[in-house]
C-alpha cells in the first residue's frame, strides 16, 4: 500500500491525474472463476465518440468517455488537420449525441486527406489519415538534456498513481513530464487517444513541448513516435518495448527514445545524447510488485 502522506505528495505534482471512481468510466460485472467460484470485477467502458471538423465528420473513435474536447483537439491537431497557431473558434461537445465539433476561423476541406488512411497497430484501431511520415520532414527537436535521475523518479511516480490500469486493466496510460515532475495523466483503451488528449491540452493551454518527457505505459510503435515528435516532444519512455520501425522513425527525426524502463534498468535505442546519466541506477527507487506495469492487456 502507498502511504497515505505519499499518496497525497504524489498526486499534488499532477495538474490532472485519473480519476479511477469517477462514474461511467468502469462497470461492476459478474462470472465466474476457474473453479466456478463467483467473482465480481470492475471493466472499462467504451463508447463511441464522433469528431467533426467544421462540417466535415473526420472519424468515430472508441474512448472511455473523458475529457472529448482534448481528445478531438489532439486528434486534429496530430493529423495535421489544425495549423501550429490555429484560430479556434470554439470545441462543442453533445454528450447525448456523443459528437464533438471543433469549429475554426479558416474554411477547412480534408476530403483527399480523408480518402487516404492508415490503420495503426494501435489498440482500438488507431487511424492515421494521409501520409503517415508527411510532415516529419519539417521536425526538428531541440536538444533538451535529460537526467537519468528525472526518469527513475518520474517512473516511481506513476507507477503509484492511482488509476484506472490498477483499478482495472485493459487500458493504457499516457503522461506529460517536466523533469521529474508528471504534469498531466490521460488513460484510455487505445494508446493513441490518450496521447491525443495530452496533445489538446498542450494546444488547449498553450504549453511549450520543448522541454517536456511523454511516458507511456504501452509499446513506442511508429504512430506513438510520430505524434510525439509531431507534438515537438523531444523524448518518449515507456516501461514496455519497440517496434523496429518506431526505433528507425525515432532516430530519423532524433527523438530520445527510451523503453522497458523497469525498477533500475531501461534501454535507450535513440537519442542518447540527450541522457546525462547522473544516477547510480543501484540507488533509483524501486517499487512494489504490485505498481511494476507489465503494460496494458
Request: proline fraction near 4%; glycine fraction near 10%; aromatic fraction near 6%.
Amino acid at each position: 500500500m502507498v502511504k497515505s502522506s505519499d499518496l497525497t505528495e504524489i498526486l499534488s505534482e499532477y495538474l490532472i491525474a485519473p480519476d479511477p471512481g469517477r462514474p461511467g468510466l468502469t462497470r461492476g460485472v459478474t462470472g465466474h472463476d476457474e473453479h466456478g467460484a463467483a467473482v465480481s470485477l470492475s471493466v472499462v467502458e467504451e463508447r463511441p465518440l464522433t469528431i467533426y471538423l467544421n462540417r466535415q465528420e473526420i472519424v468515430t473513435a472508441m474512448t472511455i468517455g473523458d475529457y472529448p474536447e482534448y481528445l478531438a483537439l489532439g486528434f486534429l491537431r496530430n493529423q495535421g488537420m489544425l495549423s501550429p497557431g490555429e484560430d479556434i473558434l470554439r470545441v462543442d461537445y453533445d454528450e447525448e449525441l456523443e459528437v464533438v465539433v471543433v469549429r475554426t476561423a479558416r474554411e477547412t476541406n480534408y476530403e483527399e486527406k480523408l480518402q487516404k488512411k492508415t490503420r495503426t497497430s494501435g489498440c482500438a484501431v488507431g487511424t492515421v489519415f494521409g501520409d503517415m511520415m508527411e510532415g516529419l520532414e519539417d521536425v526538428q527537436l531541440p536538444a533538451t538534456p535529460v537526467k537519468t535521475s528525472w526518469l527513475y523518479a518520474l517512473a516511481h511516480k506513476i507507477n503509484r498513481t492511482p488509476s484506472l490500469y490498477l483499478e482495472a486493466g485493459a487500458i493504457h496510460g499516457t503522461v506529460l513530464c517536466h523533469q521529474d515532475r508528471p504534469l498531466v495523466y490521460m488513460e484510455d483503451v487505445g494508446r493513441h487517444n490518450a496521447v491525443d488528449k495530452i496533445a489538446g491540452w498542450m494546444l488547449s493551454e498553450g504549453v511549450d513541448a520543448s522541454d517536456k518527457i511523454l511516458y507511456t505505459t504501452g509499446r513506442m510503435t511508429s504512430e506513438m513516435v510520430i505524434k510525439t515528435a509531431m507534438m515537438g516532444i523531444p523524448v518518449l519512455a515507456s516501461r514496455s518495448g519497440f517496434t523496429a520501425w518506431g526505433v528507425e522513425i525515432a532516430q530519423q527525426v532524433g527523438l530520445t527514445l527510451i523503453g522497458r524502463m523497469k525498477g533500475q534498468r531501461f534501454v535507450c535505442l535513440s537519442g542518447d545524447a540527450r541522457l546525462e546519466r547522473d544516477m547510480d541506477p543501484r540507488d533509483a527507487p524501486v517499487e512494489a510488485k504490485k505498481y511494476r506495469r507489465k503494460g496494458a492487456e
